[in-house]
């Protein structure tokens, strides 16, 4: 079974994560991060939990002010990604990246709506819509990245463009470089947007709003989705692939889509659940608890090597990796027990984050638990201080459930190498009296 997973399965999973674009989707979705989690900071701030704190801010018109940071740090999140696959692509092809992040970053602003109609029924051009630069546009962005990344290559490695000749300024050769793939792409999303907006009556933003993100949001926001993804990332890595990092970078952007669209309910007034179009899986439901303490939130074979294990290898590793389990990393387990091609291991390694996934699920579903709105926190905040973050106590609480599902499903198999271990242990000891003599 091992041999046929080696040579026929495993190929083509690698041929495909290690594309190009699969590569620039990856990198180019990082970008946002840092200004996602300083917009939470204010977000928090803004929707303190406090009635009093909330009030004082709010008669001293903080709130709006804090509002303000949160908007120019989230609802710029596709036009990140826009430049960054875009930058990314053309850089993995060795070509001049930023050129083309710039030429990918107009064709995204040509394809949406530029104008909106206000409440008083004038329309109103001229305008850059945030709806569209946020979750909204991330499907869009992506699409748009990764075109103009391939055809901007192209022109280039094709050698067709404006050449300077030495001695010019490399920003000024660049720049002349740019203009003849720029203008084309340009021009050919002029067409493709005029066909639409004429013949459709709709921009080809929009158009992909509904054609595409939608049901890809909904794909997502199934159960079905939640136990491929979460069979998906401990399966890779029991074949030593980055699972987490392989399925964030290409599913990343609609988990964050997801979570985009829930903020936008509760910034409308509207009560987020299911019934207001609420998404129940996003960046936190898999962040904070289906990579939790690590992909296959292996934070149960860690309690077991600090509190019961009988080999000296468990305990020395379990000592080791209780540091970096807190901040949810777990390569020393992953690679020192191992996981990795350990096949006692790879039942509980697949099955824990599955159960977890479901009883999330279920538990946001059933309304035990809240949904996330926008606010996320770093992958390496240690769990339970997550979880209150993100969603409160409750989420705090599921998230203290998680932890212990995850020692009793890891323990009899984390056992059994144990024990095993124990006796390897004292047959060498053995061995080395007998050396002794």
């Known amino acids: 079974m091992g041999q046929f ?25 990082v970008y946002s991060m840092p200004l996602i989690i300083i917009g939470s900071i204010f977000l928090i701030i803004a929707n303190f939990p406090v009635a009093a704190v909330t009030d004082a801010l709010a008669a001293a018109g903080i709130i709006d002010i ?13 036009m990140i990604a826009v430049i960054g696959i875009a930058y990314n692509y053309a850089k993995s092809e060795g070509q001049e990246p930023l050129g083309c992040g710039i030429v990918a970053l107009a064709v995204f602003f040509l394809i949406q709506p530029s104008s909106i109609v206000s409440e008083s029924g004038d329309v109103v051009g001229g305008i850059i819509n945030q709806t569209w630069t946020g979750g909204q546009g991330m499907v ?38 740019a203009l003849l793939p720029g203008g084309a792409i340009v021009l050919v999303a002029t067409i493709i947007e005029g066909i639409f907006s004429l013949g459709f009556g709709q921009t080809v933003m929009e158009a992909i709003y509904v054609i595409i993100q939608t049901p890809l949001q909904g794909l997502t926001d199934s159960l079905g989705g939640v136990i491929v993804y979460c069979f998906m990332v401990p399966f890779l890595w029991f074949f030593g692939i980055h699972g987490a990092t392989i399925m964030s970078g290409v599913l990343g952007g609609i988990f964050r889509a997801n979570g985009l669209a829930n903020q936008a309910i509760l910034d409308s007034g509207l009560e987020l659940t299911r019934a207001n179009g609420g998404h129940i899986v996003t960046m936190q439901f898999i962040d904070q608890f289906i990579t939790v303490t690590g992909s296959g939130i292996t934070i149960g074979i860690v309690i077991y090597m600090l509190t019961l294990a009988k080999s000296q290898q468990f305990k020395a590793l379990g000592r080791l990796e209780a540091g970096p389990a807190c901040f949810n990393i777990n390569e020393p387990i992953l690679f020192g027990m191992p996981i990795v091609m350990n096949p006692i291991m790879a039942v509980p390694f697949i099955g ?29 905040c240690p769990p339970i201080i997550s979880g209150f973050l993100i969603g409160g106590w409750r989420t705090a609480l599921l998230q203290v459930v998680t932890i212990v599902v995850s020692t009793v499903v890891y323990f009899p198999f984390v056992r059994k190498l144990d024990l095993d271990n124990v006796k390897k242990e004292s047959e060498a000891g053995d061995e080395d009296d007998d050396d002794d003599w």
């Open 140 to 177: 869009g962005a992506i699409i748009v990245g990764l075109l103009v990344g391939v055809g901007y290559s192209w022109f280039l490695k094709k050698d067709i463009r404006i050449k300077m000749p030495a001695g010019v300024p490399e920003g000024v050769a660049n720049a002349f470089s």
């Open 352 to 380: 824990t984050p599955i159960i977890v996934g479901i009883m999330e699920y279920f538990a946001i579903f059933l309304g035990l638990c809240p949904m996330y709105g926008a606010i996320e926190v770093p992958w390496t």
């Open 5 to 29: 997973i080696n040579d026929k399965i495993l190929p083509p999973i690698m041929k495909f994560v290690n594309t190009k674009a699969v590569q620039a989707l990856k990198e180019g979705m």
């Open 66 to 78: 804090l509002n303000k940071a949160y908007a120019a740090t989230f609802n710029i999140n596709a």
